[in-house]
T-cell receptor, first 112, second 113 residues
Framework: EAGVAQSPRYKIIEKRQSVAFWCNPI?????LYWYQQILGQGPKLLIQ????????DSQLPKDRFSAERLKGVDSTLKIQPAKLEDSAVYLC??????????FGQGTRLTVV | SQQGEEDPQALSIQEGENATMNCSYK?????LQWYRQNSGRGLVHLIL?????REKHSGRLRVTLDTSKKSSSLLITASRAADTASYFC?????????????FGKGTRLSVIA
């Protein structure tokens, strides 16, 4: 079974630039999560999708972050414009029936 | 906001010793899960314990859950150098996919050979 795929693995951008991350979840997994993990901390939920609908985006900074999950499969997370404090690892995860979540390797974003 | 709080924040032990990590949470849950994260990698699911279970085993892992105290513990027996990683608890308040999986801040475990 293929795992959760994320790209790119690493990204370095200047502040105020835009960036997008892509996630392909495990086939058949209805639930998809985007987490932000700052160095030394636990993952913080940004947004949760159930199929192509948003379940929870209460901690998504909507003035600069956006996410979509077209056709209930792949998802993209965008930051525009980026700030220095957005430097973190962005993790995508998927799950079947909200049981254990399977994580991708993450995208390490550095904003300079 | 983060639901779980792991304790200790960091733990260093010798190979062969047992490692115990604790997690406390704030609200009612449907299940509690433990994950491992090696440096620079994604999280790997270790074990899930439902709210009506008190103890669960998987290989060298033993998880307990006390819903009256809103706490859980993860015991790794006969630790190995390869167990060096960060360990996170995550709580799930629902069972329909409509509630978020909320993580704690983690315990960094170092197993010295």
């Amino acid at each position: 079974e293929a795992g959760v795929a994320q790209s790119p693995r690493y990204k370095i951008i200047e502040k105020r630039q835009s960036v997008a991350f892509w996630c392909n979840p495990i086939s058949g997994h209805a639930t998809l999560y985007w987490y932000q993990q700052i160095l030394g901390q636990g993952p913080k939920l940004l947004i949760q999708f159930q199929n192509n609908g948003v379940v929870d985006d209460s901690q998504l900074p909507k003035d600069r972050f956006s996410a979509e999950r077209l056709k209930g499969v792949d998802s993209t997370l965008k930051i525009q414009p980026a700030k220095l404090e957005d430097s973190a690892v962005y993790l995508c995860a998927s799950s079947l029936n909200a049981r254990s979540a399977f994580f991708g390797q993450g995208t390490r974003l550095t904003v300079v | 906001s983060q639901q779980g709080e792991e304790d200790p924040q960091a733990l260093s032990i010798q190979e062969g010793e047992n490692a115990t990590m604790n997690c406390s949470y704030k609200t009612s849950i449907n299940n509690l899960q433990w994950y491992r994260q090696n440096s620079g990698r994604g999280l790997v699911h270790l074990i899930l314990i439902r709210s009506n279970e008190r103890e669960k085993h998987s290989g060298r892992l033993r998880v307990t859950l006390d819903t009256s105290k809103k706490s859980s513990s993860l015991l790794i027996t006969a630790s190995r150098a390869a167990d060096t990683a960060s360990y996170f608890c995550a709580t799930d308040a629902g069972n329909s996919g409509n509630t978020p999986l909320v993580f704690g801040k983690g315990t960094r475990l170092s197993v010295i050979a």
